[in-house]
């Protein structure tokens, strides 16, 4: 085999109360990366489609080309690789497209070489690629999107990534067409947190963890709650807590910010109430003549799959 097609799925990450630790795929949108093994050593990004000419083919500009490269440095491949990168989410939405871009490429070039490396090896080459799209490696994307399901990051030094088992649930997650650079997101964070804060955002994390485990859904509604992060980056957000409380009106369990915004994620017990909170937030957003997208999936277990 000397080519072949990858989907990575699109990941939300914090998942309300787990800030930096927490994140989940979901079925759509996602990315392509179509990679071919070649004569010559090293990464070439040969297209990319979808990002209106945005991202840079420079490899080692690239997350999918810094993953990739990493991955052939590891097993001393006599051989190299021609991606073409198809991106299929809107860049800077909060739902991790470096980080499918990425995945996708390296679970690709993994298949093309024989799989000499599991998952648990291709993840540090994901968080290296994350440094260049994000300024520091970070999990909470690149893990969802490789292991599928629920995440959690357990440590860094060593990295430990831990999937959760979780009840059927689905997600609608609406994209306005709001801009929100990653560095303001979080250099809007206050440094300082009181100590009630920290003390009742521990117990909404272990409750929601204890609800996935559990299959218990109200506990799962009654943890979705974040009183550190959210609070401060909702201010970026026009129109964000009328959307919470319009999905929450409609039957989901709840809602908050995907990674660090602009998108709006609503978890649910089922595709037709993801599909109403769905258009509750859609509804908002229309009012206030802001542009949106709505991508309504279940969750994914499984991460990228091959397609071609």
């Given at each position: 085999m000397r080519k072949i097609k990858v989907f990575a799925p699109a990941t939300v990450a914090n998942v309300a109360c787990g800030y930096d630790i927490m994140?989940?795929?979901?079925?759509?949108?996602?990315?392509?990366?179509?990679?071919?093994l070649t004569n010559e050593?090293?990464?070439?990004?040969?297209?990319?489609?979808?990002?209106?000419?945005?991202?840079?083919?420079?490899?080692?500009?690239?997350?999918?080309?810094?993953?990739?490269?990493?991955?052939?440095?590891r097993i001393r491949a006599d051989k190299g690789v021609r991606l073409e990168i198809n991106k299929m989410m809107p860049l800077g939405s909060g739902l991790g497209s470096s980080a499918a871009s990425a995945v996708a490429a390296v679970y690709a070039v993994n298949e093309l070489f024989g799989k000499p490396l599991s998952k648990d090896e291709l993840l540090p080459f994901t968080v290296e690629a994350e440094s260049v799209a994000c300024g520091s490696g970070h999990a909470d994307n690149v893990?969802?999107?490789?292991?599928?399901?629920?995440?959690?990051?357990?440590?860094?030094?060593?990295?430990?990534?831990?999937s959760i088992p979780a009840p059927e649930l689905y997600c609608a997650v609406l994209h306005p067409d709001v801009i929100i650079r990653t560095e303001d997101a979080r250099s809007i964070l206050r440094m300082d947190v009181q100590l009630k804060d920290v003390v009742t955002q521990c117990s909404n994390v272990a409750g929601l963890v204890s609800?996935?485990?559990?299959?218990?859904?109200?506990?799962?509604?009654?943890?979705?709650?974040?009183?550190?992060?959210v609070p401060h980056r909702s201010k970026l957000i026009p129109g964000f807590f009328k959307a919470v409380e319009a999905a929450r009106e409609a039957g989901a369990l709840g809602a908050s910010i995907s990674g660090s915004g602009p998108s709006i994620?609503?978890?649910?017990?089922?595709?037709?109430?993801?599909?109403?909170?769905?258009?509750?937030?859609?509804?908002?957003?229309?009012?206030?003549?802001?542009?949106?997208q709505l991508y309504i999936s279940p969750i994914n277990p499984d991460g990228p799959k091959i397609i071609e």
């Open positions: 994140g989940f795929a979901v079925d759509k949108p996602g990315d392509e990366v179509l990679a071919e050593t090293g990464v070439v990004i040969s297209k990319i489609t979808g990002d209106g000419r945005k991202l840079p083919l420079e490899p080692e500009k690239n997350t999918a080309g810094v993953a990739v490269q990493s991955f052939l440095n893990a969802p999107a490789l292991y599928g399901g629920f995440v959690i990051i357990k440590d860094y030094h060593p990295l430990k990534v831990i609800g996935l485990f559990l299959k218990d859904y109200e506990l799962i509604r009654d943890s979705l709650h974040d009183v550190i992060v994620f609503a978890l649910c017990k089922t595709s037709q109430i993801a599909k109403d909170s769905g258009e509750a937030m859609k509804g908002i957003y229309q009012s206030m003549d802001i542009d949106c």
